[in-house]
């Protein structure tokens, strides 16, 4: 059994991290958040001490660490721009850090971050639940088929995603660029992550769009080219989906072939961490291209529906 400490108990995504624990046999000890509404760890881990202030929660942690109980991961589900402090902390506490996506906002982060977990000897682990996902892996493969029998194949694909959200979102962090990194950061890093594994590098990227509540922009990869459009707006979702009375769209359209995977999509957390803790995951070498990919996006300036545009950029107005 290892111990864990959990960073963002009351959050959207913390439940996941939770039942992951749970479904792995594992054991979480403490965990924090600001906000008290945490009746969520009822249901996983009861016996768990709660902190509200992180001065106090670093106190308990050093404790059990200085009495040889310390603990072994910390999980880390916190806004995004306080991640790179959380996994430091991870890190001096003689844990490693899984953290969700995106790992850190900027590049240079993921370099300091190198530097101390070869200090302390820990490892540090990013969430990105779309490399175990099924149907993902067996587009990769595809994808390396044919490009076994034509090396040279560029393949035209096109990602669509809309989550509708409220007007909170605008209020909370997550409409903050600085402490989120803004739509594509926030809500499109683990799709970036998925398309440079399957289809190579970036060489090229252009922005279309890039406001508060969606961006759009093209891709030029190894072996592909690829138009994306990210949008928190219920007003950019296709009628198939307002049809069927639907807040979320996905859709990876591969030289004009879907790829289905909203099926199964928010169960690969406890997948992720069986991952993690039989030896795999995924580090911070890995997470370093996407990283750097939507620091590019978020510093870049538009060109308006210009060239290869995404068919959704006609619904933005």
């Known amino acids: 059994m290892k111990y864990f400490g959990l960073i963002g108990a009351s959050g959207y995504i913390a439940?996941?991290?939770?039942?992951?624990?749970?479904?792995?046999?594992?054991?979480?000890?403490?965990?924090?958040?600001?906000y008290d509404g945490v009746g969520i760890m009822d249901s996983y881990f009861p016996q768990a001490n709660f902190f509200i202030e992180f001065?106090?929660?670093?106190?308990?942690?050093?404790?059990?660490?200085?009495?040889?109980?310390?603990?072994?991961?910390?999980?880390?589900?916190?806004?995004?721009?306080?991640?790179?402090?959380?996994?430091?902390?991870?890190?001096?506490?003689?844990?490693?850090?899984?953290?969700e996506k995106p790992?850190?906002?900027?590049?240079?982060?993921?370099?300091?971050?190198?530097?101390?977990?070869?200090?302390?000897?820990?490892k540090v682990y990013n969430i990105l639940q779309l490399r175990l996902h099924q149907s993902i892996i067996q587009l990769k493969k595809q994808i390396q088929d044919e490009l076994a029998k034509n090396p040279d194949k560029?393949?035209?694909?096109?990602?669509?995603?809309?989550?509708?959200?409220?007007?909170?979102?605008f209020i909370s962090w997550k409409g903050d660029?600085?402490?989120?990194?803004?739509?594509?950061?926030?809500?499109?890093?683990?799709?970036?992550?998925?398309?440079?594994?399957?289809?190579?590098?970036?060489?090229?990227?252009e922005v279309h769009i890039l406001n508060a509540d969606v961006a759009s922009g093209f891709l030029e990869l190894k072996f592909a080219?690829?138009?994306?459009?990210?949008?928190?707006?219920?007003?950019?979702?296709?009628?198939?989906?307002?049809?069927?009375?639907?807040?979320?769209?996905?859709?990876?359209?591969?030289?004009?072939?879907?790829?289905e995977f909203?099926?199964?999509?928010?169960?690969?957390?406890?997948?992720?961490?069986r991952d993690i803790l039989n030896g795999g995951g995924f580090g911070l070498s890995e997470a370093r291209n996407s990283i750097q990919l939507v620091h590019s996006i978020r510093n870049a300036k538009p060109?308006?529906?210009f060239g290869e545009c995404h068919p959704f950029c006609k619904k933005v107005n």
Request: proline share 2%; net charge negative; hydrophobic share 40%.
């Open 15 to 34: 439940p996941r991290h939770l039942r992951a624990i749970k479904e792995t046999g594992n054991q979480l000890v403490c965990a924090l958040d600001p």
């Open 225 to 259: 080219r690829v138009r994306w459009f990210l949008s928190v707006n219920a007003e950019h979702l296709p009628e198939c989906a307002v049809a069927e009375n639907k807040r979320t769209f996905r859709l990876i359209s591969v030289d004009g072939r879907e790829v």
């Open 177 to 205: 660029v600085a402490k989120s990194g803004g739509v594509a950061t926030n809500i499109g890093v683990h799709f970036f992550d998925m398309l440079t594994w399957i289809f190579g590098e970036v060489k090229e990227s």
């Open 55 to 99: 001065e106090r929660f670093d106190r308990h942690v050093d404790k059990l660490r200085r009495k040889g109980e310390g603990l072994d991961y910390v999980s880390i589900c916190s806004p995004n721009y306080l991640h790179d402090s959380h996994i430091r902390f991870a890190l001096r506490s003689g844990a490693n850090a899984i953290c």
């Open 303 to 305: 060109l308006g529906n």
């Open 154 to 169: 560029i393949f035209d694909v096109d990602l669509t995603y809309i989550t509708s959200r409220g007007k909170w979102y």
């Open 103 to 122: 790992l850190v906002l900027n590049t240079w982060n993921i370099d300091a971050l190198e530097a101390i977990q070869q200090e302390s000897g820990k």
């Open 262 to 273: 909203s099926e199964g999509f928010t169960d690969l957390h406890t997948e992720s961490y």
